[in-house]
């Protein structure tokens, strides 16, 4: 099953300049890389790339939100009486030059690293790279044109990122939903093309998920807040045949029938959202799952204790913080009879190991079966995929949360729409200009 895009395979990369735009938001602490996930996930289209004989690669990522988070950083130890430095929370959180290191490691070739993304001294690096060298541009970030709001400040970024190569390469699925500088106005540019990763998730989301899923097809959704999935929701009404709900979220779901959810998290502004999605279901015969029983507490804490409880039953003073047995064994016997899954949001607080163990249990009673095609919408789900130890037996797995979720929602992301399709044969449905080569 092919997708509308060209990809790399579609074009002559022999003796291209080629700029590559990856996801390399990795977690990062002291500047050491805590999950090489994305890094890996990336590897097929860096090997593929090198491998044609290309004059030299140029990698562009992001790495965090460095201007709004370093000012609320600041903010936050100002307000507890502490220092900040500025330098040394950037250099431990959001520069990639240990990220350009770490993929060194995995690719046994060296990877420069150039430490600006613009510049004399970054041209004159890329003028003096040799044949097949790749050089990693410092957190794209940096430079405020690249997330700006206007379009003629975003190109003039673009078109410098574009001046470095003959050719873009999308890989980025984690940030396609957003319309930045280097995902998708230097598209305008230079022909663009989607990697591997970029192919992969396109195929599995986009036509396996929501155009031909096999049937029948089951999604998964929880996580904290109905606000932030009524869309998802909504589309996946039309969609599916059975929704499973959890997490946070069910709460709300919960009080929208008239159930006891105690202290329980929930949105009151959504109540009658929820109420409504409820009777379109009911009217469209698609079966909503929501906990009938719950593990509870009386605070937010991961030594907090706790109980077991059934739905309806939750006291005031009590809070729900994961899915129970019975709701385990509930959602199992329509997950197993599943050919088609899709999973976002975790199904209780699994970050406190108390309260994991029925998100853990999903992920496990996914792992189990062979013969049903199992896609992870990236976000938290990952991790409770890796907490499990089943990221192997998953059919795929996102590595954008927001950009999965978006193209479930049926929204057209910037990124992918920026692309070359295939029917054009070659031309970009963007394209204004190829700059001309570096001198």
């Known amino acids: 099953m092919s997708i509308s895009k060209q990809t790399i395979r579609d074009v002559n990369l022999k003796d291209?300049?080629?700029?590559?735009?990856?996801?390399?938001?990795?977690?990062?602490?002291?500047?050491?890389?805590?999950d090489d996930t994305r890094i890996k996930a990336a590897l097929p289209t860096?090997?593929?790339?090198?491998?044609?004989?290309?004059?030299y690669l140029i990698l562009i990522s992001h790495l965090g939100n460095p201007e709004k988070e370093i000012k609320d950083a600041k903010e936050k130890a100002i307000s507890?009486?502490?220092?900040?430095?500025e330098q040394k929370y950037l250099e431990s959180k959001y520069m990639l030059k240990p990220v350009a290191d770490y993929l060194s490691q995995l690719l046994r070739k060296n990877v420069l690293f150039a430490a600006h993304a613009l510049g004399e001294e970054t041209k004159t690096t890329i003028n003096n790279l040799k044949t097949g060298e790749i050089l990693m541009l410092e957190n794209i970030r940096f430079c405020k044109e690249e997330t700006a709001k206007d379009a003629a400040v975003r190109e003039k970024l673009a078109k410098e990122l574009a001046s470095y190569g003959d050719i873009y390469v999308n890989d980025a699925f984690g940030t396609a939903h957003r319309a930045h500088a280097s995902t998708e106005t230097i598209a305008h540019f230079l022909p663009a093309v989607a990697g591997f990763l970029m192919e992969k998730e396109l195929e599995y989301l986009e036509e396996k998920v929501i155009k031909n899923p096999k049937r029948p097809f089951v999604a998964i959704i929880g996580g904290a807040k109905v606000s932030s999935k009524i869309d998802v929701l909504e589309r996946l009404l039309t969609k599916v045949d059975r929704l499973i709900i959890g997490g946070g979220m069910a709460y709300t779901f919960l009080k929208a029938k008239g159930l006891s959810i105690g202290d329980s998290l929930i949105e009151t502004d959504m109540i009658n959202i929820a109420r409504k999605i409820l009777q379109r279901a009911y009217e469209t015969e698609i079966y909503i799952y929501l906990p009938i029983d719950h593990i509870v507490t009386r605070s937010f804490a991961s030594?907090?204790?706790y109980k077991h409880v059934a739905r309806g039953n939750i006291d005031d003073g009590w809070m729900g913080m994961d899915i129970g047995p019975l709701t385990i064994e509930k959602y199992h016997g329509t997950i197993k009879s599943a050919h088609t899954i899709f999973w976002n949001g975790p199904l209780g607080v699994f970050e406190?190991?108390?309260?994991?163990?029925?998100t853990i249990a999903i992920a496990e009673i996914l792992s189990q079966l062979p013969d049903a095609l199992t896609v992870i919408g990236g976000g938290d789900t990952v991790s409770a995929i890796n907490k499990a130890n089943v990221a192997d037996k998953m059919s795929h797995i996102s590595t954008g949360g927001g950009a999965s979720l978006e193209l479930i929602e049926g929204k057209t992301l910037p990124g992918v729409a920026?692309?070359?399709n295939k029917e054009l044969g070659g031309k970009s449905p963007l394209i204004k200009e190829v700059l001309s080569c570096i001198s």
């Open 352 to 358: 406190f190991p108390a309260f994991a163990k029925g």
């Open 303 to 305: 030594d907090a204790e």
């Open 46 to 55: 860096i090997q593929y790339i090198l491998e044609q004989n290309v004059k």
């Open 418 to 420: 920026a692309l070359m």
């Open 16 to 34: 291209k300049r080629v700029v590559m735009r990856v996801d390399f938001n990795v977690p990062m602490n002291e500047g050491i890389v805590q």
């Open 80 to 85: 507890k009486g502490l220092e900040f430095n």
